[in-house]
């Protein structure tokens, strides 16, 4: 599995080491990353895995306006599925290309296919490891894959 940032293939604890010795890694690399309605457990996992690259992660209320959407290279956004699906479908109309994840707790077939149906990029279920966060983002987001894995 291909990784973000100029830390491809490297452990947490190297990372570490790397970044204790000056080394921050690509920072033009960095995406903007909102995090939507995401139970707080979710949210910090998501945040926990994309730290390590240093993206801007921002977590909002599910009622966001659009235009505090505008800017995100990337949603990954959870809660009801009436409510990310509303939010889905608002996106879709503004920014067609936006690379949007549904994430969930309990996955449901009827939830999957609604959420591709209206768009979503990609539908997840949590727990999930590290690296499939950093699959979604290089499947969503080519540009910012490392230069080692490209």
Request: with cysteine.
């Amino acid at each position: 599995m291909l990784c973000l940032g100029s830390f491809h293939g490297q452990t947490p604890q190297e990372i570490s080491k790397l970044r204790d010795n000056g080394f921050e890694g690509d920072k033009t690399r960095m995406a903007s990353v909102l995090l939507i309605g995401l139970e707080q457990a979710i949210a910090a996992q998501i945040s926990r895995a994309l730290a390590v690259e240093r993206h801007r992660i921002e977590q909002k209320n599910p009622n966001i306006g659009l235009r505090e959407i505008m800017d995100a290279d990337i949603v990954f956004a959870g809660g009801e599925p009436s409510q990310y699906l509303s939010l889905l479908r608002r996106v879709r109309e503004e920014r067609p290309g936006l690379p949007f994840v549904v994430v969930t707790r309990i996955p449901e077939t009827k939830d999957w296919l609604d959420a591709l149906e209206a768009g979503a990029t990609d539908y997840c279920a949590s727990p999930f490891e590290t690296r499939q966060i950093h699959w979604l983002m290089e499947a969503a987001l080519p540009q910012h894959r490392s230069v080692a894995a490209a």
